[in-house]
DNA sequence: CCATCCACGTTTTTT
DNA sequence: ACGTGGATGG
């Protein structure tokens, strides 16, 4: 008996072909992750391959992780040496070793979106854009085609050259590309058009990875675009032991470029593709999987297959159709209660899924009012946020000089009388003479052009000059400390005293753990690791299972995923599918908002319940939406409607009105879990005298507390770190 | 140089 | 409904 006896024969079939191209087709819930963690033990225990010369490529980095641990309790050893990562890290890695045969330096920072859109401002005033006729979204979203494509500004330019409507188009990518170079920048999907640059122009490079990852597989595959896809094929070449695993009815990342032709073609690129077929379905109840196998039935565009499950047929789908999104979002409350605390199942059991992230709102609201423990992915990720892209802005600058993003971003921040004037002065003279703009601020010449403020800009330069220095002495969370120490910048929020300057103080408290959690992990700790770490993570990857939450998502997060018990909400015409798609011309993009209604349904094990609204607020506008199109694809005997019955059941559930609904209750934060938010504890666990260990600052000894507005004020005497004040509801002391 | 106010558009999804 | 960004006045 050895461990492969435990599946069937596809999947050992999928598990046992280890040489030569292999295309599994693997439906929803049919083992996937099952098999690619078993093909990578069985390349290392039985064919007797090195674990380095495997390589994994993963959605997210939640999925990478899960998939080490894995390997790590099948495989004895050397599951250490194998790439499992996501497309982006992995070319990351590639990178930091060898662009600077692409002329970049090789500590480049790492853009996101709201960098993108600072940049493509820039240039839009650089080339007398007026963006109110292109919208920097739009031009980005145009190069981001373009990449995607692996297409060049020159080969855009090329393409695009009769056109006249794309004239300004080239232009700002030309910029675009040229102001990243000259921060040492690259956006998300110069990650990877810039690996394949490299290997394409240096054929030993190339062919070094080549021998090195003899082994290569793509989970995910339909989600991949076609530089991603050019990538693989590159490493893959010579040794041809490809393995991509994926569905094409799962594909719902085409407005990002997937192109699910890769998944439709890729028998054509790789001539002898085997091709091997996952059909058993172990996540789901037959009826559920009925439900999802009748919806996306009604798609034209895909490769046939028929899952199919021995699982019992377990109960029908629940379906309502409320007169409110209100009483919708009560609704799913009640059932999640009912669910957990009489019928004896967890919180994390459940998880509410959506189409659009502002559906959060109610259900957080609902949620916090009924004590029922809940986080929220997405929205707006932990790293995007004010406080925390000011404290990175800080790092990237001693980081990297040539960040002009980072180093204007953070130049008056806090506010030190520099402002618009003198940054447009300093701007000036660095285009003129070919510096970066920190660089520039160095130069005697420059500061001596600034005038009135010229005595701050000095100031400022020094400060980081005197942060340099120090980088490679002290930690990054050490850093960080100095930083917000000698800025003032927790200080300043500390004297809002609101809410709001709280949350952000606890942000930036998270940031350094995250760092210190950084320092910990890391073979080899730097500053530039740290920022990439975190230029790379998605929201997703912070879920943590052993804390009991219901999960709030997107459908798209929720990819990959599955529950117990998932509340699909919102299913209206409009919503899901959305408005865009209905009103598009190509009846293709309704085919995609299925796939994601697929998606969703299959995410389910054991229960599903799904929910409409007649009338609900987008937007600031009241609308009255029809149940969605998808809905009436599922047969009716497949659920149960309720009828009467819900009626006489008085609901002990606290909705919010109408009025209440329209007040924010508190910015959603991604990162926290928030029943359990404590802004002043009733007792601590300790007092004047006692023993108590702090996260970074380790033991020592409380030497004062002192009851404060909100809550209680510490001082402790540390052992090493000398006396710190701190509130105690985000100090988080233990008692020792 | 900075704070405040108003107008606008934004939302479909994200590494 | 919300945040952003531009304009305005101190």
New binding site residues.
């Given amino acids: 008996m050895s461990i492969y006896d435990t599946l069937n024969d596809m999947q050992q079939q999928a598990v046992f072909r280890t040489e030569g191209p292999l295309l599994i087709l693997a439906g929803a819930g049919s083992g996937k992750t099952r098999v690619l963690t078993h093909r990578i033990a069985y390349l290392i225990e039985e064919k007797g391959i090195n674990p380095w010369n495997i390589m994994a490529i993963t ?3 939640k999925a990478a992780g899960e998939m080490k641990e894995r390997v790590n309790n099948i495989v004895g050893f050397g599951s250490d040496q194998i790439w499992v990562s ?4 992995t070319c990351v890695r590639i990178l930091r070793r060898y662009i600077d045969r692409l002329g970049y330096s090789n500590n480049f920072t790492i853009y ?2 709201d960098d993108q ?1 600072s940049v493509m ?1 820039d240039v839009c005033k650089r080339l007398n854009i007026d ?2 006729i292109y ?1 920097e ?1 739009n031009i980005l979203s145009q190069i981001s085609k373009a990449k995607d494509e692996f297409i060049s500004p020159e080969q855009f330019a090329m393409i695009n050259q009769n056109d006249f409507s794309k004239k300004r188009i080239i232009e700002a990518y030309k910029s675009y590309q040229e102001q990243l170079k000259n921060n040492n920048a690259l956006d ?2 110069d990650l990877i058009v810039k690996t394949v640059e490299l290997f394409q122009n240096n054929p030993d490079i190339l062919e070094s990875y080549q021998d090195r990852f003899k082994y290569i597989m793509v989970d995910e595959y339909q989600d991949t675009n076609t530089v991603q896809f050019k990538f693989i094929s590159l490493l893959a070449k010579k040794h041809r032991n490809l393995c991509v695993v994926g569905d094409d009815d799962q594909s ?2 085409k ?2 470029g997937a192109n699910i032709k890769n998944i439709l073609n890729f028998e054509e690129v790789f001539s002898d593709t085997f091709v091997i077929k996952l059909e058993q379905n172990y996540r789901s109840t037959q009826n559920i999987l009925n439900a999802a196998n009748e919806v996306i039935k009604h798609n034209t565009e895909r490769k046939d297959k028929k899952l199919w499950t021995d699982h019992k047929e377990g109960d029908k789908i629940f379906f309502r159709y409320l007169d409110t999104a209100q009483e919708e979002a009560a609704m799913a409350a009640t059932e999640i209660k009912k669910y957990v605390e009489k019928e004896g199942h967890t919180y994390r059991d459940c998880a509410c899924l959506y ?4 559906q959060s709102r109610l259900l957080e609201e609902v949620f916090m009012k009924n004590n029922i423990p809940y986080k929220i992915v ?1 929205g707006i ?1 932990f790293y995007q946020r ?1 406080e925390i892209k000011d404290v990175l802005a800080y790092l990237k600058t001693v980081d990297n000089g040539m960040d002009d993003l980072a180093v204007k971003r953070i130049i ?1 921040i806090p ?9 447009d002065k300093i701007q000036t003279y660095a285009d003129y003479n070919g510096y970066s703009f920190y660089d520039s601020i160095r130069q005697e010449e420059c500061l001596n052009a600034i005038g ?2 010229e005595s701050k800009v000095r100031k400022f330069a020094g400060f980081i000059q005197m942060l340099r220095t120090k980088r490679n002495l002290i930690s990054v969370s050490e850093l960080i400390e100095e930083i917000i120490e000698d800025t003032g910048y927790v200080s300043e929020l500390r004297a809002e005293n609101t809410d709001e300057a709280e949350e952000r103080i606890l942000n930036i408290e998270e940031l350094i753990s995250k760092a210190v959690d950084y320092q910990e992990k890391a073979e080899e700790p730097t500053l530039s690791g740290f920022l990439e770490e975190v230029a ?1 993570v ?3 990857d912070s879920l943590d299972a052993d804390s009991d939450y219901v999960v709030l ?2 459908i ?2 929720a990819k990959g995923l599955e529950f117990p018990n998932v509340f699909l909400c919102g299913m209206e015409d409009g919503l899901f599918p ?4 209905i009103t ?1 011309d190509d009846p293709l ?1 309704i085919e ?2 299925r796939r ?1 209604c697929y998606v969703a349904i299959t995410r389910a094990m054991e229960q599903l319940h799904i929910s409409c609204a007649k009338q609900r ?4 506008e009241t609308q009255y939406n029809k149940m969605s199109r998808f809905l009436k694809e599922i047969p009716l005997e497949l659920l149960d409607t309720g009828k009467q019955i819900e009626k006489m059941e008085k609901s002990k559930i606290v909705k919010p009105t109408q009025t209440s609904a ?3 209750i508190f ?1 959603s934060k991604a990162f926290e879990t928030k029943q359990f938010k404590v802004n002043k504890e009733a007792n601590l666990e300790y007092t004047n005298g006692d023993r108590v260990k702090h996260i970074k600052f380790g033991e020592g000894t409380v030497v004062d507390i002192t009851e404060g507005g909100r809550d209680y004020e510490v001082t402790v005497n540390f052992d090493k770190a000398g006396v710190k004040k701190m509130f105690a509801s985000f100090a988080k002391l233990k008692k020792v």
């Fill in positions: 959605f997210t980095n996501t497309f982006h890290s996101d979106t859109k401002k963006t109110k919208k979204r998300f999907d719902i990342y407005f990002r189409r659009t992230n502002a997405g990720n004010k008056n506010k030190r009388g520099i402002g618009a004037a003198t940054i009135r403020s790379l998605a929201d997703i998502m997107t798209h997060s959305s408005y865009m798609t598009a993009e995609e908002e994601l607020m987008i937007r600031g329209a007040k924010p910015k």
